[in-house]
């Protein structure tokens, strides 16, 4: 079987409730909280690489500005770049990972 794959079609950043909402192209909805997205941050300084272990772990506590979520910036046509309110922009969420993180297919 394929894997299909889905695409963000729209996607909100909602500052009262510090969550990010995506809207997908097979009308599906997936919010994430910018605590539990910060931390899931697939970029090598934050999850590592190799045999570096990475500076990011379940027990990590992060700032408010770390936790805030400015910007989100499109990569290609396969993922998203936030921009976390200390600047830390190097994380690639791929719609694969994403899609996943909200339980869909
Ligand atoms: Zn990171």
């Not at 996607?11 to 919010?31: L, Y």
């Not at 500005?65 to 791929?94: A, C, F, N, S």
């Amino acid at each position: 079987m394929a894997d299909v794959f889905h695409r963000a079609t729209d996607w909100e950043i909602v500052n009262d409730e510090r969550i990010f909402r995506i809207s997908w192209d097979d009308g599906a909805v997936s919010e994430y909280e910018w605590e539990a997205m910060r931390r899931a941050c697939p970029c090598a300084y934050c999850a590592g690489e190799g045999a570096f272990a990475g500076s990011v772990n379940t027990e990590t506590k992060f700032s408010e500005e770390q936790t805030t979520l400015k910007m989100v910036y499109p990569v290609g046509r396969y993922g998203l770049t936030p921009e976390w309110g200390d600047g830390h922009d190097t994380g690639i969420y791929t719609f694969k990972m994403l899609r996943r993180a909200a339980g869909l297919p």
